[in-house]
């Protein structure tokens, strides 16, 4: 049985902290790029690799079928789609892949008007992080008309596992909000644990060890903490106002749906707060900062200042 990989030409939009290293992994797979981001710094590397520069989103969308987005919000989104200069406005462009998180609403929306123009899109929110987009192993969700999924899935597979969540726009949307819920709440409930234990007299690293070897173990126990929070240098590499617009969207999301809310309530909280205090740009690891102020101690390595 021979199964031959189709490559592609692929259009790619966004490349940072999770747009580079995916865009990396298709060139390495043979598949040929057009990219396009706002900033230089970001398309030289993949230009250097021998992906071709646009010059907007629609230039991407003329010269390929299949164009695909990694992009930090959802008025971005909506404008490099729909707005002005957008993809919508390409002449070649047949599907639209949007990797980033915008939620079920937006992505529903987008999708609408693409349709206009007969642009299918699909949603593939990701998750695992910038490591696990650098390793190929993010989880990747994907809703949209079957054959079209079945068209791009060997491109997809690039990133990690494809699930293939549905039909519906935003299906995939859904799926990863409440992962990312789960993320999001483990960060902020293991930073209140472990400030817990240090305003106790307990060793950070230990309680980490014990946590992983137990059953409070959650990624930010076996991830975030030992890499980024004991050592203390908060550059997991994913940013607060991305965190809190995932928790936002996905309360919002159980609201409207009449699903019980109160814990993604609190933790939305946590996250607006840390936005406030340390701004959106930074890692989304300085919640534990936002919780030590508070506690008035320090979780890490070098725990008394
Ligand atoms: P990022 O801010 O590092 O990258 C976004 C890129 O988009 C930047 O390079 C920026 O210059 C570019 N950009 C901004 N405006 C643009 C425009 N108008 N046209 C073209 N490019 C533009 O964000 P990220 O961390 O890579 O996240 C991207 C998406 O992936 C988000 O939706 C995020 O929620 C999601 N995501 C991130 C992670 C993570 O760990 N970082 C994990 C899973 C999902």
Redesign the pocket.
């Given at each position: 049985e021979q199964r031959s990989t189709r490559f592609m030409d692929i259009g790619f939009?966004?490349?940072?902290?999770?747009?580079q290293p995916m865009a990396r992994r298709l060139i390495q797979a043979g598949h040929k790029l057009v990219v396009?981001?706002?900033?230089n710094d970001?398309v030289a590397p993949l230009v250097a690799m021998g992906a071709q520069l646009a010059s907007s989103?629609a230039d991407v969308a003329d010269r390929v079928e299949t164009v695909m987005a990694?992009?930090?919000s959802l008025q971005?989104s909506e404008?490099?789609t729909t707005g002005e200069g957008g993809v919508i406005h390409g002449k070649r462009i047949k599907r639209f892949i949007d990797?980033?998180?915008?939620g079920s609403r937006v992505a529903a929306k987008i999708a609408a008007a693409l349709a206009k123009k007969n642009i299918v899109q699909i949603d593939s929110?990701?998750?695992?992080?910038?490591g696990g987009a650098t390793k190929g192993t993010l989880a990747v969700m994907v809703s949209g008309p079957k054959a079209e999924i079945d068209l791009v899935k060997d491109a997809l597979a690039v990133f990690g596992k494809v699930f293939v969540i549905g039909e519906k726009p935003g299906m995939a949307q859904t799926m990863k909000l409440a992962n990312n819920f789960l993320s999001a709440t483990a960060m902020a409930a293991t930073s209140e644990a472990v400030a817990m234990g240090v305003k106790a007299g307990l060793d950070p690293a230990v309680m980490i060890d014990v946590i992983n070897a137990g059953s409070g173990r959650t990624t930010a126990s076996d991830g975030k903490f030992p890499q980024a929070i004991l050592p203390r240098t908060f550059n997991y590499?994913?940013?607060t106002a991305?965190m809190l617009?995932?928790v936002r969207l996905c309360f919002d999301e159980a609201k409207a749906l009449n699903v019980p809310s109160a814990v993604m309530n609190a933790v939305l909280d946590q996250w607006e707060t840390t936005n406030a205090e340390y701004g959106g740009d930074s890692d989304f690891t300085a919640i534990v900062k936002m919780i030590e102020k508070r506690a008035g101690v320090i979780v890490g390595t070098e725990k008394k200042r």
């Open positions: 939009i966004g490349l940072g902290n999770m747009g396009y981001d706002t900033r970001a989103p990694s992009l930090p971005i404008k490099v990797l980033s998180t915008t929110p990701v998750s695992g992080g910038v590499g994913f940013a991305l617009k995932d």
